[in-house]
């Protein structure tokens, strides 16, 4: 492998490529040396399980992630039966995760809890119980389960990881989770931060087993770094715009400063003026020694795995693009 010990270096399969085009593109992930390969699961693209197993199943070693699968919307048993059928195919090459699901989705197909949080704990709670090869009998707000038990639980039981982001829910996967996926736009302060939310949950419950950090990060390969910021500042523009990513905005200190651009003209005012530091700290952008510089701030702040996001307008052939700019 070309990548470093400390961490685990992966790149994503944009939920906006065919499915029958990700065979390929898994291939390639795997010779180029990446470690992991992650596929998505949003409302009316791809499903998530079958593109997990279509990718495990034309590669040899590469680790295949999830990211994620709304908690809601599958009935923990059968998510379970999905999860320990490839963890029994593929032993320790699969790694899944839940998540809330995107209110807006949740609601559009009628699945919207009353309590997310509750929902994502129950659900957790009892898939991982599934998969030890537990019998179960559950009754909470939103899962019922009497006398359920897999016939083939997986051997090598994989790590359920949680795609969160605010503190209560960052807390709840440090208390019944294995790990945290951190979503795009994780800057190295917001991910400290996030450390110390999971590390509450932990204590809360009483346990101090290994926790995953995995992070998705936007990234963006050119000549110079100025080429790429050029080319991120639309897309970092809006994320900032969005009220949505205060949680990840406050650690760094800048609130003020982006209130005061939000009421200055909103995102054509944030895209203008914000200043090139905080697509740095937000996206992997530049020369491959700008993209070594922030991965090691990424994986100093507590990330255990990289994930290359690509940018959403660019096709599967970017993965050669990454690879002969950071593996070659």
């Known amino acids: 492998m070309r990548n470093r010990d400390d961490y685990n270096l992966g790149i994503m399969y944009r939920r906006e490529h065919a499915p029958e085009k990700l065979p390929d593109f898994a291939r390639k992930a795997e010779e180029a040396g990446f470690d992991e390969l992650w596929v998505v699961e949003d409302c009316f693209y791809g499903g998530g399980i079958a593109s997990a197993a279509t990718a495990l199943a034309c590669t040899d070693s590469i680790t295949v992630g999830l990211g994620i699968m709304p908690a809601v919307v599958r009935n923990p048993v059968f998510a379970a039966m999905e999860i320990a059928t490839l963890a029994r195919l593929y032993p320790g090459r699969f790694l899944p995760g839940f998540g809330h699901g995107v209110a807006g989705w949740m609601r559009q197909i009628g699945a919207f809890p009353k309590s997310q949080l509750k929902a994502l704990e129950e659900v957790t709670f009892t898939i991982r119980k599934l998969l030890a090869g537990e019998q179960l009998t559950f009754n909470g707000r939103y899962v019922h389960l009497d006398q359920t038990q897999l016939v083939h639980p997986p051997e090598q039981v994989p790590p359920i990881s949680l795609g969160v982001a605010g503190p209560k829910s960052l807390a709840l996967s440090g208390r019944v989770a294995d790990g945290t996926i951190l979503g795009e736009y994780s800057a190295p302060k917001y991910i400290s931060w996030a450390r110390e939310q999971i590390a509450s949950g932990k204590l809360e419950a009483g346990h101090d087993r290994e926790h995953r950090l995995t992070l998705f990060a936007f990234a963006c390969a050119a000549s110079t770094a100025a080429t790429a910021r050029q080319e991120l500042r639309p897309m970092v523009a809006s994320a900032v715009a969005s009220a949505g990513m205060n949680a990840k905005l406050a650690p760094l200190g800048i609130m003020p400063q982006v209130r005061e651009y939000r009421e200055s003209g909103g995102q054509e005012h944030i895209e203008a003026t914000m200043p090139d530091a905080w697509i740095d700290q937000l996206a992997i952008a530049g020369t491959p020694e700008n993209w070594?510089?922030?991965?090691?701030?990424?994986?100093?702040?507590?990330?255990?795995?990289?994930?290359?996001?690509?940018?959403?307008?660019?096709?599967?052939?970017?993965?050669?693009?990454?690879?002969?700019?950071?593996?070659?």
């Open 292 to 328: 070594r510089l922030a991965i090691d701030r990424l994986v100093e702040a507590g990330a255990d795995s990289i994930v290359l996001v690509p940018l959403p307008d660019k096709g599967p052939d970017e993965i050669d693009t990454f690879a002969r700019h950071f593996l070659a």
